[in-house]
């Protein structure tokens, strides 16, 4: 079949690497893809969210399958436009219609989506500025640290965690009345603090069946010893220690389930991936967030272990019979190590030759922020490159992806040397 991958990201590149390898992928094309999906299929430079141009592209290459990486298409609709559209509705979309994209869309929605079904997740209550008084109330009731979410999505940027109350009050007033994440934060998520260990699970799921991929740990902050500013990530590890057969035992009955049930109790059609964000709070599930699509650096530690045909998971949910197709994770562990800009995620540096790539063999690259400028690879956006290996233990899937990346050079880069060492 021919297929239409979404995306230029790390986690597209991973998708990108995954589905090349299938004997049922004739073609693959990636809109818009970076300097390392051209390895694995035909980069076409056409946006994510020109609805229009995606639809010439399904047309003009025969397309039979479409699957969205990032989650901006999914929340603006992509899945719905093609549904509409009589010249592409049998074209199968993997990933939710807006409805179900809510999901990720409105952290408002998602809250009173767990309420409703009785899903563990942390305290809280939206707010608007028409009913900031009342919020300032609430802040002074939930208990420190608090956290502060808008609405919508803001690009990883709109969570804050504030260590006073009177800190709490400032930010959400900024949030609320001046607009500090644009029209993300014209409704704000107030919320209880929890105390724990996070990890993302991912769930496939056709609507009626589902999935359970490997799970992974993600690293957000810039600096080693978790510390410094958030960021979209900085590596990821796969599988997580503490994530035993009892725990994710919890995670299926308390979390998945509840999940997949009540999305079709409320005949919000899902088809796609469910990103599960978790605490670990005392060997209990408590849900932080759910994402409408893949994570992203831990696609590129999951897709290593996944040693079935992707495509043939991706049909399954297309078909409806996801129950049928098998799924078999490698007991491997997979480690990525994520690349950035100098100054990221601040204003960082772009345009940069990067060299070396071509001098690791016991890892995979996945790119990022790449472009082609002739025969010269060059840094587009602040996250660059993903490393990821596979070994058979931890320790060395962390030290060769780590001796891999330092295997690289771009001027000012820079990656975590330290990724994974909190579960050693």
Known sequence: MNILLLGSGGRESAFAWKISQSPKCEKLFIAPGNAGTGKY????????????????????????????????????????????????????????????????????????????????????????????????????????????????????????????VEEAQQELKEMLTEAKFGDASSRVVVEQFLQGIELSVFVMSDGTHYKILPEAKDYKRIGEGDTGLNTGGMGSVSPVPFADAAFMQKVEERVIIPTVNGLKKENIPYNGFIFIGLMNCNGEPWVIEYN????????????????????????????????????????????????????????????????????????????????????????????????????????TALQQATADAARIYYDAMYFRKDIGFDLL
Do not use: W
Request: aromatic share 6%.
């Open 41 to 164: 299929g035909t980069n076409c430079n056409v946006k994510v969210t020109d609805f229009e141009g995606i639809k010439q592209l399904a047309l003009t290459n025969h397309i039979d399958l479409v699957l969205v990486g990032p989650e901006e298409p999914l929340v603006k609709g992509i899945h719905d436009f093609f549904l509409a559209d009589e010249q592409i509705k049998h074209i199968p979309v993997i990933g939710p219609q807006a409805e179900g994209a809510q999901l990720e869309g409105s952290k408002d929605f998602s809250k009173q989506f767990m309420e409703r079904h009785n899903i563990p997740a942390a305290a809280s209550k939206t707010f608007t500025k028409d009913t900031l008084q009342e919020g300032f109330e609430y802040l002074a009731t939930i208990g420190l640290p608090i956290v502060l979410k808008a609405d919508g999505l803001a690009a990883g940027k709109g969570v804050l965690i504030c260590l006073s």
């Open 292 to 395: 409408c699509r893949m994570g992203d650096p831990e696609t590129e530690s999951v897709m290593r272990r996944i040693d079935s045909d992707f495509v043939d998971l991706l049909s399954g949910v297309a078909e409806g019979n996801l129950n049928e197709k098998e799924l078999v994770i490698s007991p491997k562990t997979a480690a990525t190590v994520v690349m950035v800009a100098g100054g990221y995620p601040g204003e960082y540096l772009k345009d940069k030759i990067i060299t070396g790539i071509e001098n690791v063999h016991e890892s995979e690259v996945f790119h990022a922020g790449t472009y082609l400028d002739g025969e010269d690879i060059k840094t587009s956006g602040g996250r660059v490159l993903a490393v990821t290996s596979l070994q058979n233990d931890m320790f």
